[in-house]
């Protein structure tokens, strides 16, 4: 059986409010994962795809109260039909968590490669006749961002 060690780290896939998703190693502990998600940490599985079953073993680590504490609204959760299921509010990463492991793990790099395709651009949200849509942006450079604030 594998040592675990405190000092290991996790290769993620880091999705920031208003920011392409990024590739990020953290400290594989509670503490870290804590702190990148701003609060207490809830693991969330609504992945599917009936071509590849790994797919369904990544998990969405996330703020248990993102939502009642308003924080900013992030990235959708579609079903395959391509229909909003829910919205992850505020920091959030996605790594692999295998039924028969007991802890989370990196992903395995085609599957790394297939969810950063996937959650790469931010998400705006808004209201329509048909309920809550969501629309891919471009994030503002943050340097640009600055400048026209002056």
Do not use: T
């Not at 693991?43 to 073993?57: I, K, L, T, W």
């Not at 949200?125 to 450079?141: A, L, Q, T």
């Amino acid at each position: 059986m594998n040592e675990h060690n405190e000092n290991d780290k996790l290769r993620v896939l880091l999705l920031k409010p208003g920011e392409q998703a990024e590739i990020a190693e953290i400290e594989d502990n509670l503490e870290s994962m804590q702190r990148l998600v701003e609060g207490n940490i809830e693991e969330y599985m609504p992945f599917e795809d009936a071509s590849d079953p790994r797919v369904g073993d990544c998990a969405i680590v996330c703020n248990e109260e993102g939502k009642m504490l308003g924080m900013e609204l992030n990235r959708g959760i579609f079903d395959q039909n391509g229909r909003l299921q829910d919205i992850i509010a505020g920091p959030f990463f996605i790594c692999y968590a295998p039924v028969e492991s007991e802890r989370f793990l990196s992903m395995p790099p085609d599957l790394e490669e297939k969810m950063r395709k996937k959650f790469e651009l931010p998400e705006q949200f808004y209201v329509s006749e048909n309920g809550i849509r969501s629309k891919k942006m471009h994030p503002v450079n943050h340097d640009r961002k600055h400048q026209m604030e002056r």
